[in-house]
């Protein structure tokens, strides 16, 4: 396996395609050109209904919408080939360089993040403990890593996938005692963080004394644009962010950024090589080129120019819907993921007879569909993040419709 590594390596040490390429290859004929088939409405062929997201970046509503600029990469990238262990290297490195960080790669979303990063801390460089997971018995590898009770998510399951027993602890005590010579890493949900009784700061002096790395799950934690370098500064070891989602990016993609020995052994157990945990964790080079446009992007944009659009896109449709008879409305910012304005309605059924989830229904069969969040018996949510410019009048007229007929 060492050995197929090397040959693979190898290749990017291979003359430029530009210098080798025979003239026949450089001139445009018609299969280069962008196709026309681009043009068509393949939702519309396949059947399958659009609709107006004013939800959030749900993975089972398709994320978010790629920016211009990562459609452009990802189109751009299409029609050569290229070295795969050599873009990654090079895209890594400019990752890097723009989160300020030790090292950087992208993944096939945050899960996929989790699961390579955990496989580095169980295999180190060692390419033959890589081709053994998830089969931890006789290895010699670590089979535990440690999470809060109040931390655990159905996405810890990508930790799983490496073999590894899921330690839950409650307290620092806990915490202290469950470290032991399995111990692989610590695995932390920051959008949780203040649901359990071990916060950041504590979590990180006892894993640092007792040289435990850390890995820290910020999947949904931009915007705002300051959280791509926080946490690893705070001293995080590993932390892991979708692309899908805040950044704009291939909704497939995300990023495993932090020190590079982990980073490294991250590597050694993803794509392209075969017999790893991580080779059904594919990455395409436009998803990989796209991802690192998206992160320029997100950079450069003016968040202050975005924070103003979407507060004024929620305060229409606030406007729209606070003067029925027993509706509350309130607009509040979560301190942690999804850190974007959201309105949540509830109401008194007595006074406006439909029910939270008979609401998001109707805004679903509505024309055009529009999915709202929440549901239950009297609330929803909403977000504007997601819509395109002007959204978000069509939003506001449909649920002033529907509270209208139901209260007249």
Partial sequence: MTSRRNLIKSLSL????GVLKPAFFIKKNSASELPKSAERDYFKELGIRTFINAAGTYTFMTGSLMREEVKKAYIATSYDFVNYHELQDKVGARLAELLD?????????AAAAITLGTAGTLTG???EKAGMLPHLDGTGMKTEVI????????????IENCGVKVIYVDTAKELEKAINKNTAMYYFVNFLNYEGEIQWKEVLEICQKHNVPTMIDCAADVPPVENLFRFQRMGFDMVCFSGGKGLRGPQSAGILMGKKKYIDAAL????PFGDTIGRGMKVNKE????MLA????FLSRDHEADWKLWEGQINLVQ????DFEGMNTEIKVPELANVVPTLHLNWDTSKIPISGDELKEEMRNSHPSIEIAGGGKNSVSITTWMLKPGQERVVASRLNEILTQKTT
Avoid: F, W
Wanted: proline residues 7%.
């Fill in 101 to 109: 960080c030790e090292a950087a790669t992208v993944t096939s979303g």
């Fill in 287 to 290: 998803e990989i080129v796209g």
């Fill in 125 to 127: 460089l060692d390419p």
């Fill in 294 to 297: 998206a992160v320029e992007d």
């Fill in 319 to 322: 406007n729209a819907v606070k």
């Fill in 14 to 17: 291979l003359p430029l395609a």
């Fill in 147 to 158: 999470m809060q009770r109040k931390h655990a998510i159905e996405y810890a399951q990508a």
């Fill in 268 to 271: 050694l157990n993803a794509p």
